[in-house]
């Protein structure tokens, strides 16, 4: 039984998987040529752009950046807009793909790095504490997660930024949780750039990334990496147009042609369909779990606010030790440690537990999975007593 969709989703659906086969089987170029495969592959990626413009909400296609992944697409944003002295506001529930680039540009490039803290209770960030650290003085950028992939809270992303951005801050979403199941627009979330990536929400393949950009906000970022694009060759400066300014290399067209069908596979179904299935079933497995005696919940009970992910921690046992019961006793594999951000775990109290242990459902996780999952933690929950 698979329970670690927070990573990335699985099974995915028969389309992506047939996209990615087809495009191994008969794919043959990058999309940058005259003759027919490229032709053919330059209209895959075209669509696959299209699909997800749809999905995220902007009206041009050529502000949909397809990238490697969501590490990728944050970590263009850092690296390419921050400069010394720029003052930066990031939060204790980012991931390491925000907090290590962050931590290094602190080193390297002297930017100042305000965190802002969370409500255990609740599993929101403090929007009092960030209007505070925005009148203390100018801010480039606040980097804000669309939902914890601890807690499984969903933020108030679009009321924050819009005090990000009555302070002249940008505002940098990861929607890493979110895009794909849960609504996920760029004007929605109030974002000037949105990170996202293909392999969990979307159902696309690992290895597959989404950066959008607000029209206009690519001048302010550079690229992460420079080379190729099939466009303007006679220049050796980076071409600035978009998408091309930040896809150099090779395309990775085996992901993009499954990307593509996920894409279109959202589409069909609907965010919005796809959240209210998800929200049913993390509702009931929250529920059923906080009935369970001796069991600490991370994820608060907030029903339809928690995005497909609920973190516990069995006192006296250690979470990868709890995984690992849970794997081997009962067929159930999940995630433990600290997920990538130990801040969250930190302001929790959980680090000298090893972290907690994850369950996170999808759009494939089935009603006796969930009832199979809700009896084998209440068992090891009683063996750990």
């Not at 809270?153 to 819009?162: C, K, W």
């Amino acid at each position: 039984m698979y329970f670690d969709n927070a990573a990335t989703s699985f099974p995915r659906p028969e389309s992506v998987i047939r996209a990615v086969e087809g495009w191994l089987r008969s794919g043959c170029a990058a999309g940058r040529g005259g003759h027919a495969g490229a032709v053919d592959a330059a209209q895959l990626v075209q669509r696959c752009r299209s699909s997800l413009a749809a999905i995220l909400g902007v009206s041009s296609p050529r502000q949909v950046v397809l990238t490697s992944g969501c590490t990728e697409s944050l970590n263009t944003v850092l690296l390419g807009l921050l400069s010394a002295g720029d003052r930066v506001i990031a939060s204790e529930l980012d991931h390491n793909s925000v907090l290590r680039p962050l931590a290094w540009l602190e080193r390297t490039r002297g930017i100042h790095l305000d965190l802002l803290g969370f409500d255990a209770g609740t599993g929101l960030l403090d929007a009092v504490q960030l209007e505070q650290q925005l009148d203390a003085g100018p801010v480039r950028l606040v980097v804000l997660t669309h939902a914890s992939n601890v807690t499984g809270r969903v933020q108030r992303v679009s009321e924050l930024a819009a005090l990000a951005a009555s302070r002249g801050a940008l505002v940098l979403v990861d929607a890493a949780q979110t895009a794909g199941h849960w609504p996920c627009s760029l004007d929605g979330l109030g974002a000037d750039f949105l990170a996202l990536p293909g392999h969990k929400g979307l159902c696309g393949p690992l290895g597959t990334g989404v950066l959008v950009f607000r029209e206009g906000r690519e001048d302010l970022v550079s690229p992460l990496k420079f080379g190729g694009t099939g466009t303007e060759s006679e220049l050796l400066a980076q071409p600035e147009r978009m998408p091309e300014k930040f896809e150099s290399g090779n395309l990775n067209m085996p992901g993009i042609a499954g990307l593509g069908a996920a894409a279109d596979w959202v589409l069909e179904r609907t965010p919005e369909l796809l959240r209210a299935n998800l929200v049913a079933k993390t509702d009931w497995l929250l529920a059923e779990l906080g009935r369970i005696s001796g069991l600490r919940l991370l994820t608060p009970s907030v029903p339809g606010e928690i995005c497909g992910i609920v973190s516990f921690v069995v006192p006296g046992l250690d979470a990868h030790e709890a995984a690992m019961v849970l794997e081997q006793a009962f067929g159930i594999r999940c995630r433990a440690g600290l997920h990538c951000a130990p801040l969250v775990h930190r302001a929790l109290g959980t680090e000298s537990a090893g972290g907690a242990v994850r369950l996170s459902v999808g759009e494939f996780t089935t009603e006796s999975e969930l009832a199979q999952a809700v009896s084998a933690v209440g068992e090891l929950a009683m063996v750990a007593r």
